[in-house]
């Protein structure tokens, strides 16, 4: 197939109207006020993500409209949105009865079952901050971050407990309730805990949601600890508007979408997107309590009717991975729009969607600290595979560049590269990481928020990841991105992902290092590595190239699936692995 530079998008690429039909105008007319008045803001005053999310369409025509599809191992569970809100009034209740009150810290460890949906959205009501963490937390990652934020009641299930909590109790000074789901529909009966489901049942499904300003925090995200130890990211009920603005232009979300966000909500993208941004435009979302797996995966898509879909790209690369034979056992007549975050998109994951799914997929991208979408392709937006796309309305992005003084100003000349910052006062700006003042002043520069990526942006205004400031590569007076490497590598048919790093050398500063997981089908061998080498200097250049390739079964990956640059490092170079606690463990 013909890969040109841009793909371009025609009026037969768009199903149906597009919301951001016209960057410019739409660019031009939105402020974050006019967004702000499509809300409904709270009856007596105030705004709410629960109302807007749930109450809105509770109390109007799309009560009985599926909110959420639950996939498990039973048969599908569909609640509607009159029901959703009735079950987040319990849960509220709940709370209340509980003695937890505005401002106080919950947490939720649990699979994507339906209780931890209810619990977090019954929390907003209650003015409860919500702070989710992956089930696949182990002890000490879960007591760290409880203790950090001070959490007062934890939501999870009785296995997770037994295995993970109980022993650790004793150091959780500040928890007050325990709230078991239970895994059989039986009740649950351990000792310093509670039964969620007794609870519920006997709690009323009539609740007033207690008065939230719009900066009055919401969640406590932590960031997936890729580069460091995780930090806590405060958001605050505002940031609503700004989910909302993406679900419309980002994820472009009609009123009869299915829609499938394949991401956890311990990660932000999993709660933004995968709560409350779908349920904000009244759409169907699919949820999926099972892990990958490729062919359970593409059964959805095509059983489930998906017409929206926001992935990642290390689930794109797994399904590249699995080969194209298994998506081609069902048809995706429904599928209209993909969506991918939280990495870099390599130009052969955008065509590898056109040709098996037949669909290019959107990269966009934000951070944790951004709370949603800042930069991405639209489905009216022509496709430059390789680029993030371009900053959303409400959203001005730059490249900038500090001076000898450390003054933070953009630059205009297209193609240079530097850091990539936003103007600040977004709605789902950060107001602070927890505990963390000096670290949040950092982020700052002027009327700036610094994202600690290195980008450029083309001259049609598009923007290009380079590489995260810690990962960037100086070799021989080059500064190299490991994106553009790794890229490079994916172009080979052999290669399912890689992972470049700098390792120091004497003579040239750092010389580029590659590491290399394989496609079905394939073994390493010392003959594939010359190969790759080879392959890479042709693409490349000599240097750019990595001099060195090393294969691994998997890379290592943080439980949101990016590649951990920095732990492939350590190891190469016998140092510390510092905090693993995001590790995925395979
Ligand atoms: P930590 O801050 O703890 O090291 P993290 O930065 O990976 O972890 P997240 O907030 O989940 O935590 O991820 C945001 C980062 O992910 C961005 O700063 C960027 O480096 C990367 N990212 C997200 N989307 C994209 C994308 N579309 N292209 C390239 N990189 C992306
Ligand atoms: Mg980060």
Redesign the pocket.
């Known amino acids: 197939m013909e890969r040109p530079a841009i793909i371009r998008k025609t009026a037969a690429d768009l199903r149906v109207p597009p919301n951001l039909a016209d960057y410019a105008a739409t660019r031009q007319a939105f402020g974050w006020n006019v967004a702000q008045a499509e809300l409904a803001g709270l009856p007596g005053g105030g705004l709410n993500i629960a109302h807007e999310a749930v109450e809105r369409h509770a109390h109007g025509a799309r009560s009985d409209h599926v909110a959420f599809r639950f996939l498990g191992e039973m048969a599908p569970q569909d609640v509607s949105y009159g029901e959703l809100s009735r079950l987040t009034n319990r849960f509220a209740n709940v709370l209340r009865s509980l003695g937890v009150g505005k401002g106080e810290r919950l947490f939720v460890l649990s699979g994507r079952i339906p209780a931890l949906y209810i619990a977090v959205l019954g929390s907003f009501k209650n003015g409860t901050v919500v702070s989710p963490l992956f089930s696949a937390f182990g002890p000490e990652p879960i007591a760290t971050r409880l203790n950090l934020g001070e959490g007062a009641v934890l939501v999870t299930t009785e296995l997770l407990y037994r295995r993970k909590v109980e022993k650790i109790r004793g150091e959780l000074p500040t928890l007050r309730h325990v709230l078991l789901a239970s895994e059989d529909g039986q009740p649950t009966d351990v000792p310093g805990t509670l039964d969620l489901a007794t609870l519920m049942a006997a709690a009323s499904d009539d609740f007033a949601i207690v008065p939230t300003a719009a900066e009055d925090m919401s969640l406590l ?11 806590g ?1 405060i958001h605050v009920h505002g940031a609503v508007a700004t989910h909302w603005s993406t679900g419309k232009y980002a994820l472009d979300l009609h009123a009869e979408d299915i829609y499938w966000c394949t991401a956890d909500p311990g ?3 999993g709660t933004s997107y995968g709560i409350i941004a779908p349920l904000l435009h009244g759409v169907t979302s699919i949820v999926d309590a099972a892990e990958f797996d490729a062919e359970r995966w593409y059964r959805i898509l095509a059983e489930e009717k998906v017409s929206v879909w926001y992935t990642a ?1 290390t689930a794109i690369r797994m399904l590249m991975k699995a080969g194209a034979e298994i998506a081609r056992k069902h048809t995706y007549p429904h599928l209209r729009f993909i969506a ?6 390599n130009p052969e994951a955008v065509w590898w969607g056109k040709e098996v799914l037949g669909l290019p997929i959107h ?8 709370g949603g979408i800042m ?1 991405a392709n639209t489905p009216a937006f022509d496709i430059k595979p390789g680029s ?2 371009r900053p959303l309305p409400g959203i001005e992005a730059a490249i900038v560049k500090k001076d000898a003084e450390g003054k933070v100003s953009p630059v205009d000349t297209a193609d240079t590269e530097g850091e ?1 910052a936003l103007k600040a006062g977004w709605p789902s700006m950060l107001r602070g990481y927890l505990h963390n003042e000096e670290r949040y002043k950092k982020c700052f520069a002027g009327d700036w928020y610094l ?3 290195l ?1 450029k942006r083309d001259a049609d205004g598009y923007f290009w ?1 380079v ?2 400031a ?1 990962d960037v590569i100086k070799s021989a007076g080059h500064l190299i991105g490991p ?1 553009e490497v790794e890229s490079a590598l994916m172009e080979h048919p052999a290669v399912a992902e890689a992972g470049v790093i700098g390792k120091p050398d004497e003579t040239v500063g750092e010389v580029v290092k590659a590491f290399v997981s394989l496609k079905k089908g394939f073994e390493a061998s010392d003959a594939l590595r010359l190969e790759l080498l080879g392959h890479a200097r042709k693409k490349l250049g000599a240097a750019v190239a990595p001099k060195e390739i090393d294969f691994l079964p998997t890379l290592p990956r ?1 439980r ?1 699936g ?1 590649i951990m640059r920095r732990l492939l490092k350590a190891r190469e170079l016998g140092l510390p692995e510092g905090d693993t606690s ?1 590790l995925e463990s395979s």
Not at 340 to 345: A, D
Not at 363 to 370: L, R
């Open positions: 995200h932590f960031t997936s600890g890729t580069t460091g130890t995780p930090k990211a990660w932000v993208t790209p991918s975050v939280g990495e870099p998109l990269d966009n991208w934000w951070q944790t600290e951004t930069i993030m796309g990539l994202s600690g990526d980008a990841f590489g995260r810690d994106f943080t949101s990016k995001t």
